[in-house]
């Protein structure tokens, strides 16, 4: 018993070094931009704090709601909780995506805890965040139509990629460690559904790429489609330069 809270606590702390980790990275490239379109007040304010927020608990309710797909295994589901989070980013920048984003997983574990010994929540904030980053450091220095749209194709390919590497490396290793569970069993699961899964570079080709390429594709595309919609009521009291995403 003790080794196993040791561990999650080893666990809990490399999750809140990843965090910060990707927080340090949105920080600094938001500052490179703000200094290069001569803005010089706060990245965060007391704005972006409550829309962080009120954007972090929609975000928590769609997680709640996750769809299975058909070509991975049952602990693998789509859910739509990183909309509200791209349309903070686009709004506010990547501090307050990233912000948004561990809001998110934060409200989650206090009102469901967690059924994967945090394995999951790490997973859902690192392939979030995959999403995030790329997309809104190219929109912070292209804040167009078209900037979005490279953004959103970047982010996604990242997710598909960093997504099953990180699942094949670290996270199915690890949640097979934390449950006692032979790593064969998971690939197992994902065999029961698609024949071609025979190792764990299979299961992240087959079963973790398409996953996030179908999720990062839907995101990104409602993002584009609601975001000039939202913009008013995000930007309005927002002294960072604005540009249209319409142009």
């Known amino acids: 018993m003790l080794e196993t ?3 999650n606590f080893v ?3 490399e999750f809140l070094g990843i965090v ?3 927080f340090v990275v949105a920080y600094l490239f938001e500052g490179v931009a703000n200094k290069k379109s001569s803005y010089t007040g706060p990245i965060i304010t007391t704005q972006k704090i409550a829309m962080i927020g009120l954007f972090g608990a929609l975000s928590t309710i769609l997680m709640m709601f996750e769809f299975p797909v ?3 295994p049952t602990f693998y589901k789509l859910d739509f909780s990183e909309l509200p989070i791209m349309i903070v980013t686009f709004a506010y920048g990547p501090v307050a995506g990233i912000l948004t984003e561990f809001i998110k997983i934060l409200l989650k574990v206090m009102f469901r805890s967690t059924t994967t010994a945090f394995v999951g929540e790490l997973a859902n904030f690192c392939v ?3 999403l995030i980053l790329p997309s809104s450091i190219i929109y912070i220095f292209s804040k167009t139509r078209k900037g979005a749209l490279l953004g959103s194709i970047a982010g996604t390919l990242t997710m598909a990629v960093f997504g099953s590497l990180f699942n094949a490396i670290y996270l199915l290793p690890k949640f097979a460690q934390m449950y006692g569970m032979d790593l064969s069993a998971l690939i197992g699961m994902g065999s029961a559904v698609n024949p071609a899964v025979t190792n764990i570079q299979t299961f992240a080709l087959m079963i973790v790429v398409p996953l996030n390429l179908l999720k990062g594709g839907l995101i990104s595309a409602l993002t584009i489609v609601l975001y ?3 913009s008013p009521i995000l930007k309005q009291g927002n002294s960072f330069r604005e540009v249209n995403t319409a142009k």
């Open 128 to 130: 979030g965040a995959a």
């Open 5 to 7: 809270v040791v561990e």
């Open 70 to 72: 058909p070509f991975a």
């Open 20 to 22: 910060l980790a990707t």
């Open 11 to 13: 666990f809990v702390v």
């Open 228 to 230: 000039k919609k939202f």
